[in-house]
């Protein structure tokens, strides 16, 4: 299995940047299909971007698109959510996942969580 940490949370202002990290120990994170997910208050967890286990397909949520881009270093083990045009909207717990199979069938590991405040 594989443990996920994330980092690079914070508190920014409307139009700001914020870069969060996944860093994953564990079994081979090469295997894994990866997205970054993110829950509101009072509302349902969404995912917002994900990237296949060999770099072929990315997703990015089409509120976020052109502003969000997904990124993954096997050699360092991190899953990077690069966040730029931030919007009082996109305040959310960021989650990230990992999914040994489809991720039709479900993601399978989680990490914590990273809090994201975006002010306006």
């Known amino acids: 299995q594989v443990q996920l940490v994330e980092s690079g949370g914070g508190l920014v202002q409307a139009g700001g940047s914020l870069r969060l990290t996944c860093t994953a120990s564990g079994r081979a994170f090469g295997i894994y299909n990866l997205g970054w997910f993110r829950q509101a208050p009072e509302k349902a967890r969404e995912l917002v971007a994900a990237?296949?286990?060999?770099?072929?397909?990315?997703f990015v949520k089409d509120s976020v698109k052109g502003r969000f881009t997904v990124s993954k270093d096997n050699a360092k083990n991190t899953l990077n959510l690069q966040m730029n045009s931030l919007k009082p909207e996109d305040t959310a717990v960021y989650y990230c996942?990992?999914?040994?199979?489809?991720?039709?069938?479900?993601?399978?590991?989680w990490g914590q969580g990273t809090q994201v405040t975006v002010s306006s």
């Open positions: 990237i296949s286990w060999n770099d072929v397909t990315t």
């Open positions: 996942a990992a999914a040994a199979n489809s991720p039709s069938r479900g993601y399978d590991y």
